[in-house]
């Protein structure tokens, strides 16, 4: 990551709190090794929606998560969401259409606000054509500062707005849409229905990365890199000699940079 210093008008200089590049983590080397073959999968995710109904309610959206931090914090991020990542440019995020969350604090004017639109439109008639749709985009992209997660069955708190969160979220029309706009929470907890709705997203709307998308490779340990670099050599070799060379100088280990952090 490109942790840089910024220039003061007083002529000191300090450490950028967020870097020029965006993080995903994955609990195992498998997934690393999907999202360079195949592209990043939206997958459900059951987000905490308390905010908008004020009632214990979730809801599951198809999105994928990146999160805008320094990398001297990517060890508490990696102890919550896994071992192994990887890191974009924020270039690629913005051309392929990521927004950061917006998070809202309960009780204050803006989470009111949001809450008393997005209610008035289910009363009757919607506003105009299409109002449900823009309500629902924006809803995958708005989170509490701090809520409820699910995690490994279950519910944990969180403070949301630590992670300075990116999305890509799965948006369209209704009637254009190949999956479910969201589940609901019971939908999400049977796992039959969440493996079926996530295989389509995935069929349908995974996210392309290309090698010079790529600032850096995580795995876990030292061990796991011999293992990636054989993955990359054979299984990217589609790409140019160049751009592969590059992409095997961006794996590191966890295991090795944690001693510095």
Not at 191 to 199: C, D, H, R, T
């Amino acid at each position: 990551m490109q942790l840089s210093y910024a220039v003061s008008t007083q002529g000191g200089a300090h450490l950028q709190p967020k870097s020029h590049t965006l993080f995903h983590f994955t609990k195992n080397l498998q997934f690393l090794k999907d999202i360079l073959k195949n592209g990043f999968w939206p997958r459900y995710c059951l987000e905490d929606m308390n905010w908008y109904t004020v009632n214990e309610y979730q809801a599951a959206y198809p999105i994928i998560c990146f999160c805008d931090i320094p990398l001297s914090r990517v060890d508490e991020h990696v102890d919550f969401y896994g071992n192994f990542g990887i890191g974009v440019t924020k270039e690629w995020a913005k051309l392929n259409k990521l927004s950061p969350v917006m998070y809202i604090n309960e009780g204050s004017a803006q989470q009111i606000a949001l809450k008393t639109l997005f209610g008035e439109n289910l009363k009757g008639k919607p506003f105009y054509d299409n109002a449900s749709l823009h309500i629902s985009t924006i809803m995958t992209h708005i989170k509490p500062i701090e809520g409820k997660m699910y995690v490994d069955g279950q519910f944990i708190s969180k403070e949301f707005h630590q992670e300075n969160e990116w999305r890509f979220a799965v948006n369209g029309k209704f009637s254009e849409l190949k999956v479910r706009p969201f589940l609901y929470e019971n939908e999400f907890r049977d796992g039959k229905v969440l493996e079926s709705e996530n295989y389509k997203t995935k069929e349908s709307y995974s996210v392309k990365i290309l090698p010079s998308d790529i600032k850096y490779l995580f795995v876990n340990s030292d061990s796991d890199i011999p293992d990636l670099i054989n993955f990359i050599q054979s299984e990217l070799d589609n790409y140019p000699s160049s751009e592969i060379k590059i992409l095997m100088s961006r794996v590191v280990s966890l295991e090795t940079i944690s001693r510095d952090m």
